[in-house]
């Protein structure tokens, strides 16, 4: 008689993995955007759809205060399939950053891109500046920010890419040049966006915030081993459909045995036709990357979440000595009882 398969309730925790990824460029250009608020006329904020809650930055909300922002969830048609869910929880979204303007995109859709288009056009209009509307496009990194630069000029003026843009983090190391996104009317010069490095962080208060994070490439594939994050993949999978891998494997909650299934199927062996495991884990991730191994949220959204998410990072403390002080003492205490265990 076949067994019914039951997905894991929850996935195991990892005190080992490292809590921030905030670099040197990285507060270099959170600097310099500071410096460009004076002249900025609106804050584009985008926001990865998948983790509309883990993809939030105080740091940037607390230091670009002050002016008018719209919200872009991006990727959008990597986590919705225009689901019944899908309408409810960009509702819930909605109502988080009442009264501000939210929009959900996906760049390559150009209903989506005319959306933001108009929001500028409209935003610019009632500035009344003669000098034309300059706005900065802002985030973490790998959100998306380029690419929505690069549709926006595509969309509004029929131009090519401006910026460069790359499947990992850190392509945007430096404030870029301003670039014209809407031609200007008789009375103005029209709109102009700049893309700025997606800014980390300081200071991530839990591992499963640093693994949505990590799968959804804000961080370098480097940082936390491929299969770790292809096992908090498979684990979310499960929960969501986890027929989808049926190809390589039936369901299942242990990774090595569909990474294996994976590499055999896909050919990636090694010397001795020994399955390369690694390999196998880091073409799953960028399949689901891709959109093609399921498309859903890893965030539980709720009315309260923004409001507990918040709480939780302001149990760190909001500056970064303060976000590097709990770093040192996370490893100190993962140090010690790696000690206490081998003892």
């Known amino acids: 008689m076949a067994t019914t398969f039951v997905p894991r309730a929850a996935f195991p925790y ?9 670099l040197g460029h990285h507060a270099a250009g959170l600097s310099k955007m500071k410096t460009m608020l004076s002249s900025t006329n609106l804050v584009i904020e985008c926001r990865d759809y998948r983790v509309p809650l883990t993809s939030r930055n105080p740091l940037l909300e607390e230091s670009l205060a002050g002016r008018e922002r719209l919200v872009v969830y991006t990727k959008k048609d990597l986590g ?16 988080w950053h009442h009264p501000s303007q939210v929009l959900f995109s996906n760049y390559k859709d150009k209903k989506d891109i005319r959306k933001v288009l108009h929001f500028a056009r409209a935003h610019a209009s009632a500035s009344n500046s003669l000098t034309g509307s300059r706005m900065m496009v802002v985030g973490m990194p ?29 392509v945007t190391r ?18 102009y966006l700049v893309d700025t490095p997606g800014v980390f962080i300081p200071y991530v208060p839990d591992a499963d915030s640093m693994l949505k994070l990590s799968l959804c490439g804000s ?8 299969t770790t994050l ?15 891998y049926s190809h390589y494997s039936l369901p299942t909650n242990n990774i090595t045995h569909l990474l294996e299934s994976v590499a055999r199927k896909t050919g990636r062996l090694r010397k001795g036709g020994i399955p390369n495991v690694e390999g196998s884990a880091l073409w799953l991730i960028q399949r689901w990357r891709a959109g093609q191994l399921g498309k859903f949220v890893l965030d539980e959204i709720t009315e309260d979440a923004v409001d507990r998410r918040r709480l939780e990072i302001e149990g760190f403390g909001g500056s970064m000595n303060q976000a590097r002080k709990a770093e040192k003492n996370v490893r100190r205490e993962t140090s010690r009882q790696k000690h206490l265990d081998a003892g």
């Open 14 to 22: 990892l005190d080992s993995l490292p809590r921030s990824y905030f």
């Open 80 to 95: 919705s399939v225009g689901r019944a869910e899908d309408a409810w929880r960009e509702d819930i979204i909605r109502q």
């Open 142 to 170: 790998n959100v998306g920010k380029s690419s929505l630069l690069n549709a926006l000029r595509r969309v509004g003026l029929g131009k090519g890419k401006a910026s460069k843009t790359g499947a990992q983090p850190g």
């Open 219 to 226: 961080v370098k594939d480097t940082i936390i081993p491929p």
């Open 174 to 191: 430096k404030i870029g040049t301003v670039v014209k996104i809407v031609e200007g009317a008789e009375s103005g010069e029209g709109v």
């Open 230 to 244: 292809a096992d908090y993949l498979l684990y979310h999978i499960n929960r969501n459909a986890p027929d989808i």
